[in-house]
Nanobody
Framework: QVQLVESGGGKVQAGGSLRLSCAAS????????MSWYRQAPGKQRELVAT???????NYADSVKGRFTISRDNAKNTGNLQMNNLKPVDTAVYYC??????????????WGQGTQVTVSS
């Protein structure tokens, strides 16, 4: 089994920065893609950023140029650096990974989420 834990959420004023972290643990052989999603009240969950095992990144248009996704394969961790935060970024942020377990099965795993609140 694989578990993900997010951290780094909190309150920040518009224009500020936060760094979210995602730590994976358990029976991991290799993490494939890592992604960050977010969900604001009354809205659908949306994909924010993705990074592949080779380092290729992709961002939602709404965060491109402000957010940076990264990963450390040796530590099975991922990060989302969020700069120039705006009130519209307020949401619960979730880490998601596609990982091979010790029996080489590829499965999706989700973290519990961390709240990010941006005030004007």
């Amino acid at each position: 089994q694989v578990q993900l834990v997010e951290s780094g959420g909190g309150k920040v004023q518009a224009g500020g920065s936060l760094r979210l972290s995602c730590a994976a643990s358990g029976n991991i052989f290799r993490i494939n893609a890592m992604s960050w999603y977010r969900q604001a009240p009354g809205k659908q969950r949306e994909l924010v950023a993705t990074i592949t095992n080779t380092g290729t990144t992709n961002y939602a248009d709404s965060v491109k140029g402000r957010f940076t996704i990264s990963r450390d394969n040796a530590k099975n961790t991922g990060n989302l650096q969020m700069n120039n935060l705006k009130p519209v970024d307020t949401a619960v942020y979730y880490c998601k990974t596609a990982a091979y377990d010790g029996w080489y099965e590829l499965r999706d795993y989700w973290g519990q989420g961390t709240q990010v609140t941006v005030s004007s």
